[in-house]
Each structure stands twice: as structure tokens, then as C-alpha cells.
Nanobody, 118 residues
Framework: VQLQASGGGLVQAGGSLRLSCAAA????????MAWFRQAPGQEREFVAL????????TYTDSVKGRFTISRDFAKNTVYLQMNNLKPEDTAVYYC????????????WGQGTLVTVSS
């Protein structure tokens, strides 16, 4: 699976951005899709996951109620809608894929930078 992330940019606090991650290659619906982020000087952290069927979503506590992950199976794309952005959301955001039943993420996108100004 090849993953191509896009949609990052500079936004003021309180604003919104939508990240996209287009998947090419193997069957998209066999994979759980997730977003991670890495802020400067910090370790990469989990942000959100959409199950292979798209019916189950999971979020880290700091983004609950503000971020929404979704999948478009017709376009083989996963989105991360980010609302009410805060300066602490500033990071490089990565999409990742892992096969259902497997714990490790086998495929990673190249990352897209989100900068939130105060």
C-alpha cells in the first residue's frame, strides 16, 4: 500500500483543516487506517483510527470532539477533519495502514505539516 498525505498548512487557532491520505495498491478495505502526529522534539503519537470497515473510530483524548476521521472507499482515501485547532496541534501528521488483526503499522505516508498560530 502506498500512502500519499496532503492538506497541511498554516491556520490560526480556532480554524479548521482537512487532511487527506490517498491509498494505492492493495485492497484498501483490508486495512485499518490511522493518523499519527509528531511535534518538534516529541515522539510520534497516535491521533485517530478508522477500522477497515469504517464503522469504528478511535481518538486520542486531546482531539476528541474536535477531529473526525473518515474513509471514502470509492476514492481509497482517508480524511482527518480538524476543527477548533489549537497551537498544540502543530505537528507533522502521518497517515498509516495496518492489516486487520495485526498490531504493527506496515505502511506510512510521507507526512504533512500542520502549523497552528496563536
Amino acid at each position: 500500500v502506498q500512502l500519499q498525505a496532503s492538506g497541511g498548512g498554516l491556520v490560526q487557532a480556532g480554524g479548521s483543516l482537512r487532511l487527506s491520505c490517498a491509498a494505492a495498491g492493495r485492497a484498501f478495505d483490508n486495512y485499518h487506517m490511522a493518523w499519527f502526529r509528531q511535534a518538534p522534539g516529541q515522539e510520534r503519537e497516535f491521533v485517530a483510527l478508522a477500522s477497515s470497515s469504517g464503522t469504528t473510530t478511535t481518538y486520542t483524548d486531546s482531539v476528541k470532539g474536535r477531529f473526525t476521521i473518515s474513509r471514502d472507499f470509492a476514492k481509497n482515501t482517508v480524511y482527518l477533519q480538524m476543527n477548533n485547532l489549537k497551537p498544540e496541534d502543530t505537528a507533522v501528521y502521518y497517515c498509516a495502514a495496518r492489516k486487520a488483526g495485526v498490531r504493527e503499522y506496515d505502511y506510512w505516508g510521507q507526512g504533512t505539516l500542520v502549523t497552528v498560530s496563536s
